[in-house]
């Protein structure tokens, strides 16, 4: 069975400081990973994706992604936050024919100034 | 646009009515996939067709819920009967689902309100 849990409803963390945003899986096979923002009435946005190869991932807007097999974690990091980064942030998982996605329940990150 | 449409952006619906969602896939897009989220929640899934086939509708909370693709390009969510706990967002995503390019494209959703 594939799921995935994100353990903060919400992070708080001030503009300029390291944000992480943490991610865990289980999965039955290969686990492809993803990292989705969603902004106020906006469509869930792709940040990155782990697939294969090298453990840590880069997106966009600086945003990085790092895979952790013994651990089954996905965490989503940026080293500076801004405040323009404070959204709702879903971790999803795939089964190896992409037919489906299972998304986490969303962690709400606020960057304070 | 380049994106994925999704219409109406918002839908109120009666008890008992049934309503239509569209989508609009990005073009070329051969997998569809249908997701509801309600209010505070992730999304979850409905429904996924490559190209017109169907090929997992596991995520069809009841037999009111009907989605189809005819011509493997706009897909229509419909569900009967509506009642209040279909009260949720309903976005649809598109994939290219080639060897580089497997994430998903989402539509910005259709808030529908039962009432």
């Known amino acids: 069975a594939q799921s995935v849990a994100q353990p903060e409803d919400q992070v708080n963390v001030a503009e300029g400081n390291p944000l992480t945003v943490k991610c865990t899986y289980s999965?039955?096979?290969?686990?492809?990973l993803f990292w989705y923002v969603q902004y106020p009435n906006r469509g869930l946005q792709f940040l990155l994706k782990?697939?294969?190869?090298?453990?840590l991932v880069k997106g966009s807007y600086g945003f990085e992604a790092e895979f952790n097999k013994s651990q089954t974690s996905f965490h989503l990091k940026k080293p500076s936050a801004l405040v323009s980064d404070s959204a709702l942030y879903f971790c999803?998982?795939?089964?190896?024919?992409?037919?489906?996605?299972?998304f986490g329940s969303g962690t709400k990150l606020n960057v304070k100034p | 646009g380049a994106g994925v449409s999704q219409s109406p952006r918002y839908k109120v619906a009666k008890r008992g009515q049934d309503v239509a969602l569209r989508c609009d896939p990005i073009?070329?897009?051969?997998?569809l996939f249908w997701y509801q989220q309600a209010l505070g929640q992730g999304p979850e899934f409905l429904t996924y067709?490559?190209?017109?086939?169907?090929?997992?509708k596991s995520g069809l909370p009841s037999d009111r819920f009907f989605a189809e693709r005819p011509e493997g390009s706009v897909s229509t969510l419909k569900i009967q009967r509506t009642q209040q706990e279909d009260s949720a967002v309903y976005l649809c995503?598109?994939?290219?689902?080639?060897?580089?390019?497997?994430?998903?494209?989402f539509g910005q959703g259709t808030r529908l309100t039962v009432v």
């Open positions: 999965v039955s096979g290969n686990p492809y």
């Open positions: 995503a598109s994939s290219l689902m080639d060897a580089g390019n497997t994430e998903a494209f």
């Open positions: 067709f490559q190209n017109e086939a169907q090929l997992d």
């Open positions: 999803a998982v795939s089964p190896d024919n992409f037919n489906k996605f299972y």
């Open positions: 073009s070329g897009h051969v997998s």
């Open positions: 782990y697939i294969t190869g090298d453990n």
